[in-house]
């Protein structure tokens, strides 16, 4: 049998046919048939030619990431034992801004609201009527020179049952929080009497009744005088304090308590 003549593939290196045109075993072409023929004896060897590789193309170098922190995002302690951002943290200190800048504007507002042609003893000189009671009418007449009267009037079943008491008043400065009225009564003038208008019957002191709530007065009234005495010259409220007076209201802590009325006269 007839030994067919063989070459080498000069680009993978394997044995083919002499004649062959293209490698069977890496499918290349071959341009150049170079023999390199090899039998039972000895093999014939021709260079081998290593196939070339192609180079990859060069991916452009990225660029390098920014490791850069926002300066917005950056974590700061609170010193509270919280830890924020300084985005979250500039937030928080606007809010508490805005929150501040309307209390003060509440209150400023407060303040120009209050008439302060008012807070003198002469714009006070005059008659008021306590508000706020539930079965005795309260009312007073102040003068600038300082002095002050006390009615009371209860009405018990038809009957109505009055009090006067005098007194001298002092008006002084409270701060923001408002003026203070401090009133020391005349125990010596407390006159407390009854009349019912059905029957016509008048009462004094002898009644019972009427005797009952001179006592109360006079205890309620010598006690007043008492806080007065302790607090005044101090930094101490005392008296009717925290007082504001706005369109002849007078005002505690904000709260309607006195509206000046007309000349009372009993």
Known sequence: MEKKEMKRCPY??????????????CGEWLKNPETIIADDKEEKLAPVVPKLESKPVAEPTPEPKDTT????????????????????????TWGLVAVAIIAFAFLGYEILSVDSS????????GSWKELSTDDVTIMYQFNKNGEFTEMRTMDDDGTKYGSLCTGTWELSKQGILGQCISMKYNLESLVVDGHNDETGENYDESDPTVSEMKQA?????????LEVDKYKG??????????????????QNGKSVMVKIGDINR
Not at 118 to 125: A, G, H, N, Q
Not at 218 to 225: A, G, I
Request: net charge neutral; with cysteine; hydrophobic share 30%.
């Open 217 to 225: 007065l006079y205890e309620k009234y010598q006690k007043e005088n």
């Open 118 to 125: 008012e807070l003198t003893m002469s714009k006070m000189d």
């Open 12 to 25: 993978c290196g394997e044995m083919i046919l002499a004649v062959a045109k293209k490698c069977k075993y």
């Open 234 to 251: 101090t930094d101490k409220a005392y008296g009717l304090n925290n007082l504001t007076f706005s369109n002849d209201t007078i005002k």
């Open 69 to 92: 922190v926002d300066s917005d995002d950056e974590v700061v302690d609170t010193g509270y034992g919280v830890s924020v951002s300084k985005k979250l943290a500039k937030r928080i």
